[in-house]
């Protein structure tokens, strides 16, 4: 069964930091790339941060980049988000996302289930 867990997620003060967690299992974690949405109140889903399945080269919003660090760890089949200087307006549900696409066309995108990260004082 694929699985994607994340964890990490809590109230935390403006400036702050934290560090969220994905762990996988039920496919083969080193052939994908993984990717942290967000949802907050009222708004659409967005992407984050992603990280690829071969180079390990990164991607990010423009309102996280400098800020944001998405990381893996294939021995441990595990992805990071280390979030720095956080601002009220991100408090959302962090997602973890595993996407792969095959050389016949064939398409794998697995999720997790979130978890909540608030800022506030």
């Known amino acids: 069964q694929v699985q994607l867990v994340e964890s990490g997620g809590g109230l935390v003060q403006p400036g702050g930091s934290l560090r969220l967690s994905c762990a996988a299992s039920?496919?083969?974690?080193?052939?994908?790339?993984m990717n942290w949405y967000r949802q907050a109140p009222g708004k659409e889903r967005e992407l984050v941060a992603t990280?690829?399945?071969?180079?390990?080269?990164?991607n990010y919003a423009g309102s996280v980049k400098g800020r944001f660090t998405i990381s893996r760890d294939n021995a441990k089949n595990t992805v990071y988000l280390q979030m720095n200087s956080l601002k009220p307006e991100e408090t959302a549900v962090y997602y973890c996302?595993?996407?792969?696409?095959?050389?016949?066309?064939?398409?794998?995108?697995?999720w997790g289930q979130g978890t909540q990260v608030t800022v506030s004082s």
């Open positions: 990280i690829t399945s071969t180079s390990g080269s990164t």
């Open positions: 039920g496919f083969t974690f080193k052939n994908y790339a």
């Open positions: 996302n595993a996407y792969r696409r095959s050389t016949a066309g064939k398409e794998y995108d697995y």
